[in-house]
């Protein structure tokens, strides 16, 4: 079974709970002086991907998924390389030709194939003008179609994705793929493991 979200998300404006979100950061913000320790970095899920250089912490979003799938009943999904590289592709793709469609280079069906991962259920959100992994989460768990895809029962997989364009209006497109695998899938040993950290720019980060 094939499950796409429709129609993809934008980048939306800050309703109230994001303002109040914002506020509770301002809020809890403290200065630093020069002779104590410096603030901590900021997480992973915050950081702005609309820059040069910028990393995506694919850990850190199968963590979020997770556990927001956990909330609902479900078992935790955790990366695959086959996945990661199909949702990165598509990324990619999206950014290159400045569209946010499934089937900017070929449809979902025809790329699951094509990526090597046996499914039985799989289901794809992509979206665009969210700068940060928080922001992109916050959007598909708001949507119908979206949620759906992140709760879908049977996966235990996924792969995330996400590229930079900046002479596009909305600079950061992404790709998130989940999926249950066949038997034979679940019994092959996989060689290689997926990045933690994708660099936007195509350069493996560690």
């Known amino acids: 079974m094939i499950r796409l979200s429709m129609p993809p998300l ?10 109040l979100s914002l ?6 913000a403290c200065a630093w002086v020069g002779d104590q320790d410096p603030p901590p970095a900021q997480p992973s899920f915050y950081r702005s991907l609309a820059a040069p250089g910028a990393t995506l912490d694919a850990l850190a979003a199968a963590s979020m998924i997770s556990g927001y799938r956990h909330n609902n009943g479900l078992p935790p999904v955790t990366l695959d390389p086959y996945l990661m ?13 400045n569209v946010l469609n499934h089937s900017a280079g070929r449809g979902f ?13 799989a289901g794809e959100n992509i979206g665009a003008g969210y700068y940060t992994l928080a922001e992109a989460f916050s959007g598909w768990r708001d949507s119908p179609p979206h949620r759906a895809n992140m709760l879908l029962r049977g996966a235990t997989r996924m792969g995330i994705g996400a590229a ?9 497109f992404w790709s998130l793929v989940l999926a249950a695998p066949a038997g ?9 493991s997926p990045p933690g950290a994708i660099r936007l720019d195509g350069a493996q980060s560690h």
Do not use: C
């Open 23 to 28: 506020a509770a950061l301002a809020l809890n």
């Open 184 to 192: 034979a899938q679940q019994q092959a040993e996989l060689g290689a």
């Open 109 to 121: 069906q025809e790329r699951l194939k094509a990526s090597g991962f046996d499914a039985t259920v």
């Open 85 to 97: 590289t199909m949702a990165q592709d598509q990324a990619r793709v999206m950014a290159a030709r």
């Open 10 to 19: 934008r980048r939306p404006p800050l309703g109230l709970p994001g303002i």
């Open 164 to 172: 930079y364009a900046p002479g596009t209006k909305y600079k950061v």
